[in-house]
């Protein structure tokens, strides 16, 4: 009786399932691969007296037989996860019908995965040989590697933000903007030759009338965004009050990091791999920059036009602003960030370098992605501050080793120039920072932030800011609470500065103080790059007893498509909400016989088992109820009379109700007779491994 | 009216203007340059955005009573001022009575620097 029942689940399973799957028959030997994890209350977790391999052999078969298809059970991944392997599809299309399942967290294809590739600029594995005043680090570009690629023989390195394998999903989209908002460029550097650096915009304006004394240039805003140093002599220290300096070259750093051309055999890569745009906006220049040209350059950025500047034709969708002051607040950036975020683009901040003090300003301000750098390890570095108003943190350098003249083990490797003053021009000024130039600070730990964000939008253009730091924070690691010096505190509210510290985790009760954990590059982009749900309401009334069209306008990554859509009314309040037809298309048909509210909930799945969930709440307000002359109209009310002819609504609704019912006839019909013949099997299966 | 005719009248209308937006100023200033000792920097958001910085400076001057030389625009609301005043007091007061003016200014706050933040 077993065998027969299973041939006969075999029969029907030929039969039905090339056709409910369009599939060539060229496919039925194709053998689908796909990683499934259960949810952690999915009824095929029941515990039985069985081996892992057996309780996942049951899972596997049963998992099946919901969806009409033989599948055995892989290699094991853990209790809830394992492989299930299916015949006559591809492992994306058995992904995609296994993902729409309740039971299932998540299902993806089982891929061959090649070796990484690692970008081929030479500081990328290794700076240059550490001599007694020169070179390093020996790390290389660690912050960009995966952390075990980071870590070393003496050292773990968990706070590294994996570019490197976001860079197996995009290499950035020429499409994508990020502004620097910085002291300008030296654009003659040999890593910024691969055609991705936009002119952008010199924002500095006159220090008073006649004296540029802050610019530097011998003007005020004008399209040359070359940076001409920013060193302060004992002059402009009088002038300007701030200390005397050598030229920083720190917009060349910072943008050097988002968008250094990357894998051209040449100095570093990127976090953005070289792949987006990158504009700078020059908005500092000796002692800092304004702040009416600085939220100028972020409107600017945007794509916002500022008096007496050419409109940007290439808005930027990220801005960094490595560069802060003491503060709460103001309501100028209030304004400025809000205005860029409005226009799509994503600000990013780094938090102050006031050792461990309140975050600064702008980070502070609402829309502001603000960034607080770590230690290699993943903890707070000493000089970065800290608050509640971070959104991630990311690596900003550390030296874990003081002694006087020792390199510094954990800089952040980026792009600079020789000249101490004036740029010494060409190649021959072209520079990097190493173990003994050591950049460190948060300055270095946005850029890394940027550069992923832009990575995210390449993939997915149409995340809004809010849905970025959403996505950010929702894929970042968790914070460590080992590895630091020993001894170190937790981090805490406390008003006082905080030195090296352990941050917070998100939990309830828990202030965080570093953001939702360490920036994660790869899952944060591979979050971005799954399909997006989003639902239409057609119908420009809702209106009771008359059909209510929804309809998907979700988006799927480039590259990607939809594989399948799940209409489910999660909450029919008083209208009493009913799909009518096929709840797995692309629109659905809703029939509410009342007024009030319901809530329609909409799954979609990608081809590669994505899925992406929504929900609508659609008011629907009375019809015009003509009810027939015999039917009783109840207590109260007006109401008038009518004739018994049908609403035009109700006769819309019917007919597609009918037409619904005769497109899914048939595919319903044949569903059915294999899903019986599958529960037949799974249960003589069961018998058979019980036994 | 000849077209010629509207257009000097226009351009003396303007020049007018001009005169006396220049008095204006030089009348609002209480002291002269030399007697400044300080100078500090305001951004102000108006109620009405322009984009015309020498009215936006000659009704600074007028409102806060110290001389004003306009700085820089961020946007059509948003402009940088400075307040030319003999004291810090002077300067308080300037402030007080530019944030006195809500019809004319939706915000006065005083505009900072900001610096590249290495460590």
Redesign the interface.
């Known amino acids: 009786m077993r065998k027969l029942l299973i041939c006969a689940a075999a029969a029907v399973a030929t039969l039905v399932v090339p056709l409910s799957l369009h599939a060539p028959s060229a496919q039925s030997a194709t053998i689908a691969r796909v990683i499934v994890k259960y949810r952690a209350d999915s009824t095929l977790l029941r515990k039985q007296a069985l081996s892992v391999t057996g309780q996942q052999t049951l899972q596997a078969s049963a998992l099946g037989n919901r969806i009409g298809i033989a599948l055995d059970a892989g290699r094991a991944i853990s209790d809830r996860s394992h492989v299930v392997i299916g015949r006559g599809m591809t492992s994306q299309q058995l992904a995609a019908r296994l993902a729409a399942q309740s039971d299932i967290e998540y299902a993806v294809p089982d891929e061959r995965k090649r070796i990484v590739e690692v970008p081929n600029d030479p500081f990328y594995a290794s700076g240059p040989a550490v001599g007694p005043t020169s070179g390093g680090p020996v790390v290389g570009q660690w912050y960009l590697k995966p952390p075990a690629a980071a870590s070393t023989a003496a050292h773990t390195a968990p706070a590294a933000i994996n570019a490197e394998q976001a860079w197996d999903i995009t290499k950035g989209s020429a499409s994508i903007v990020v502004a620097v908002l910085?002291?300008g460029l030296r654009f003659d550097h040999p890593d910024l030759q691969g055609g991705n650096v936009l002119p952008g915009y010199d924002m500095i304006?006159?220090d008073?009338?006649g004296d540029f004394t802050s610019a530097n240039d011998g003007n005020g805003r004008d399209a040359d965004a070359s940076d001409p140093g920013d060193f302060v002599t004992a002059a402009d220290s009088t002038a300007l009050g701030?200390s005397e300096s050598n030229s920083?070259w720190?917009g060349t750093q910072t943008l050097g990091l988002i968008g250094a051309t990357t894998n051209n055999g040449v100095g570093m890569a990127s976090a953005a791999h070289g792949g987006v745009k990158v504009m700078p906006v020059r908005v500092?220049g000796k002692?800092?920059?304004?702040?009416?040209?600085?939220?100028?350059g972020l409107?600017w950025a945007a794509g916002?036009?500022?008096?007496?500047v050419p409109h940007n034709a290439n808005p930027a969708r990220v801005i960094n602003m490595?560069?802060?002051?003491s503060?709460t607040c103001?309501?100028?950036y209030i304004?400025?960030i809000g205005?860029a975020n409005q226009a799509g683009a994503v600000v990013v901040i780094?938090?102050?370098?006031s050792g461990g003090n309140g975050v600064?300003?702008?980070a502070n301000c609402p829309g502001a992605i603000g960034v607080t750098a770590l230690r290699h390890v993943g903890d707070k570095v000493g000089?970065s501050d800290l608050g509640p108003e971070i959104t991630i943190s990311a690596p900003?350098?550390n030296c874990v080793n003081t002694a006087a003249g020792d390199p510094c083990l954990y800089p952040i490797l980026t792009l600079t120039n020789k000249g101490t003053t004036a740029p010494v021009a060409g190649a021959a000024g072209a520079a990097y920072t190493d173990s003994f130039d050591a950049?460190?600070?948060?300055?270095f730990s946005a850029p890394l932030v940027s550069g992923t964000v832009a990575l995210m939008l390449s993939v997915q253009p149409t995340l809004t800011p809010a849905q970025v730091k959403s996505k950010l924070q929702a894929t970042a690691r968790p914070f460590p609470s080992t590895g630091g010096t020993a001894g170190i505190p937790m981090c805490t509210t406390s008003s006082t500065s905080q030195d090296e510290c352990y941050c917070p985790n998100p939990g309830v009760g828990i202030t965080t103080l570093c953001g939702a954990g360490m920036l994660d590059a790869r899952a944060a982009v591979a979050s971005a790059a799954g399909v997006q749900a989003a639902i239409s309401l057609t119908t420009t009334t809702p209106t009771a007893n008359q059909a209510v069209v929804l309809t998907s306008t979700s988006v799927a990554a480039a590259g990607r498509t939809i594989a399948s859509y799940q209409w489910t009314i999660l909450n029919a309040g008083t209208t009493g909400a009913t799909i009518t037809g096929a709840n797995d298309g692309s629109a659905v048909t809703v029939a509410p016989t009342a007024a009030g509210s319901f809530v329609i909930q909409l799954v979609v799945t990608d081809d590669l088992g994505t899925s992406s969930t929504t929900t609508l709440s659609v008011a629907v307000v009375s019809g015009v109820v003509t009810p027939p002359a015999s039917t009783p109209t109840g207590g109260g009310g007006g109401g008038g009379g009518g004739g018994g002819a049908i609403d035009a609504g109700w006769l819309a609704l019917l007919l597609a109700a009918v037409a619904a019912l005769a497109a899914t006839a048939p595919r319903e019909r044949t569903r059915r007779i294999a899903l019986s013949a599958a529960w037949r099997r799974d249960r003589s299966r069961v018998r058979s491994d019980r036994a | 009216m000849s077209v010629s005719t509207a257009t000097r009248s226009v351009v003396a209308a303007a020049a007018g203007c001009a005169l006396v937006a220049v008095l204006a100023s030089a009348c609002s200033a209480p002291r002269d340059v030399a007697g400044e000792a300080q100078q500090l920097r305001v951004m102000v958001k108006l109620v009405r955005g322009s984009e015309d910085a020498m009215a936006i400076g000659v009704e600074a001057s007028r409102i806060a009573g110290v001389r004003v030389s306009y700085a820089a625009a961020t946007s059509a609301h948003w402009h940088a001022l400075a307040l030319h005043c003999a004291s810090a007091a002077e300067c308080d007061a300037a402030i007080a009575r530019l944030r006195a003016a809500s019809n004319v200014y939706q915000t006065v706050e005083i505009e900072g620097r900001k610096a590249r933040l290495v460590s």
């Open positions: 910085d002291t304006s006159a008073g009338p701030c920083s720190h500092l002692c800092g920059g304004f702040d009416s040209d600085i939220a100028a409107l916002i036009d500022v008096p007496g490595s560069l802060g002051g503060g103001t309501q100028t304004d400025a205005q780094s938090a102050g370098n600064s300003n702008p000089y900003g350098g950049s460190l600070g948060t300055s």
